[in-house]
């Protein structure tokens, strides 16, 4: 059965998210050279005129993906590293759980070695998206810079890292240990590093620079 451009806007509103859903998941894994409206069409049963019909041309739905994309990760980002009055340990648990998710997402048999991060889909296709994929990068590592250092600065006003704690160092050993996760489950074929490599970087940086509060139970 297919879907039609003639529908009520109810129904138009959910097929336009249905297609932006399936292009997204399409994108991760494929890349932008690597999926078409013919391939969304045959996905969720509908016509490339149907999808043309909301999206006109693959550029103006790649631009909606790619905000989409940026947006989200932002989001997630504030969510995991700003919201709330967690310790930075939980804060470490909270990242690792929604990394595990996707992955887990786009790498659903064992070794599979599926790109799995959208951003990181977005830097491989720099060439292909030019500025509107730049600038969505630069957002969500200004949002990064800027939460993570929050972050950091909370556990030591809270006592969980001490005063003399390096902000910056500390947020650039962060920020490049969550940079280098999507690269290597790819090459390992699981998330078991990316696991380890969370659980020594909290081991290092809280005994390196350990606080006096015990507000996490440790």
Same mark, same amino acid.
């Given at each position: ?33 690597? %999926?078409? *409206? ?16 909301? *999206? ?29 009055r967690h ?14 998710? %996707?992955?887990?997402? %786009? ?7 599926? =790109? ?5 889909? +977005? ?16 957002? =969500? ?36 240990? +969550? ?11 699981? %998330? ?5 490599? *969370? ?9 390196a620079w ?9």
């Amino acid at each position: 059965m297919t879907e039609t451009a003639s529908t009520g806007s109810g129904e138009n509103a959910s097929t336009r998210d249905r297609i932006k859903a399936i292009a997204a998941e399409l994108y991760v894994l494929r890349g932008h050279d690597g %999926f078409s *409206f013919g391939d969304i069409a045959s996905v969720i049963g509908t016509t490339r005129a149907n999808i043309h019909h909301h *999206f006109g041309n693959k550029r103006q739905l790649m631009d909606e993906l790619v905000a989409d994309i940026s947006a989200d990760a932002q989001s997630r980002i504030e969510r995991h590293w700003i919201s709330g009055r967690h310790p930075l340990r939980q804060r470490l648990s909270l990242q690792l759980d929604d990394l595990r998710r %996707f992955y887990d997402k %786009f790498n659903p048999a064992p070794e599979d070695r599926n =790109v799995w991060s959208p951003l990181s889909r +977005l830097r491989h296709d720099l060439t292909a998206l030019g500025e509107i994929a730049v600038s969505a990068l630069e957002k =969500v590592n200004r949002t990064y810079d800027r939460a993570l250092d929050h972050a950091v600065r909370a556990a030591i006003t809270d006592g969980e890292l001490s005063h003399d704690a390096p902000v910056e160092a500390i947020v650039r050993l962060l920020r490049s240990t +969550l940079l280098s996760c999507p690269p290597m489950t790819q090459d390992a074929g699981s %998330f078991v590093e990316v696991e380890r490599l *969370f659980a020594a970087l909290e081991d290092t940086v809280l005994r390196a620079w350990a606080g006096g509060s015990t507000r996490d139970g440790r």
